[in-house]
């Protein structure tokens, strides 16, 4: 009998229906990742920092894709930042560990609508 390999793809979207952006820098450390879903802060008009600790930083928006500066120099690159719609719950992070439910719950004031979602594709 041939054996049979299973393999999961990760497919789940961060986004969920009409969502709203706004583009904005973000600064970048050598080797500094940012995931798709973590909160980001104001830290000028045009730019973005991401959020370290919620009870000292208040997130506004989130970031809408994974970034990683791959250079061995700081720079500053071009972000789409989520201020507004629905995103799910379980891909939302801060500074790269899942966002609890009261971290989640403090982005709903900016418009931002969590939603809590089951894979079905995942099966036993």
Known sequence: MQEVKIEIIENKALLLGDNHFETGAIELKVDE????????????????????????????????????????????????????????????????????AAQIDMIRKFGLVPIYANDVSITG
């Not at 990742?33 to 973590?38: D, Y």
């Not at 920092?49 to 700081?74: F, G, Q, R, Y």
Request: aromatic share 2%; with cysteine.
């Open 33 to 100: 990742e940012v995931k798709a879903g973590a909160f980001l802060k104001r830290k000028s008009d045009s730019e973005f920092e991401v959020v370290k600790n919620t009870t000292s930083e208040e997130p506004v928006a989130i970031s809408s894709v994974a970034t990683k500066n791959i250079t061995d120099k700081i720079i500053k690159v071009s972000i789409r930042a989520c201020i507004d719609g629905r995103v799910r719950a379980d891909m939302l992070n801060v500074n790269g560990t899942p966002a609890n």
